[in-house]
């Protein structure tokens, strides 16, 4: 610290050269900081991260109609409580849901579930009651209800379940399954 003086005021004040030296130091560390920040928050790959749910108009007729939720592991019970320890013990990673409205008349919502292996998918899928189903081709294997479709494709299970029933619909569940799996294959399942 230099020493000026001013008349009878006595005042210390810091060399400039030192707080030139200290301002251009913190710049320094706050450029450093914000570049590995976004560095790190990007995919391997560079690219901004793959939906796994289609789109508005992405499959036709549907539109989806609220954000996607997400919930890991320790947090299931707060979408699927008394039914969360079978995914958990399944090797359930997280769960993906998002609401979706077909044709402007019926809601239904999407449930994607990854798993950490494709055995965990399976043991879930093995368990789900085929009374009353027919089978249906998506995915490694997938079943048709009379308001919901379900299918597992590697370690992804995903759920789709229609408020209404009718013929249409049933056409519309199948067809938005296909869109979620061609997500998922461009996610690597």
Do not use: H
């Amino acid at each position: 610290m230099m020493k000026f003086t001013n008349g009878n005021l006595g005042l210390n004040l810091p060399n400039p050269v030192q707080v030139y030296r200290l301002k251009r130091i913190s710049q320094a560390v706050f450029v450093i900081a914000i570049a590995s920040l976004t560095l790190g928050c990007k995919t391997k790959s560079g690219s901004a991260p793959v939906s796994l749910f289609p789109e508005s108009g992405e499959v036709s007729g549907w539109t989806r109609s609220g954000d996607v939720r997400t919930f890991d592991a320790k947090s299931l019970w707060e979408y699927i409580d008394g039914d969360a320890e079978r995914y958990i013990q399944a090797g359930v990673s997280k769960t993906l849901t998002s609401d979706y409205r077909y044709q402007d008349k019926v809601d239904a919502v999407a449930d994607i579930y990854q798993m950490s292996a494709p055995a965990g998918a399976q043991k879930i899928f093995s368990m789900e009651s085929s009374t009353d189903s027919q089978p249906v081709q998506v995915g490694d294997e997938g079943r048709f209800y009379k308001s919901s479709l379900v299918f597992r494709k590697g370690s992804y299970l995903v759920r789709l379940t229609a408020y209404e029933e009718s013929p249409e619909v049933s056409k519309g569940l199948v067809e938005l399954a296909r869109g979620i799996e061609s997500k998922l294959g461009k996610a690597g399942a």
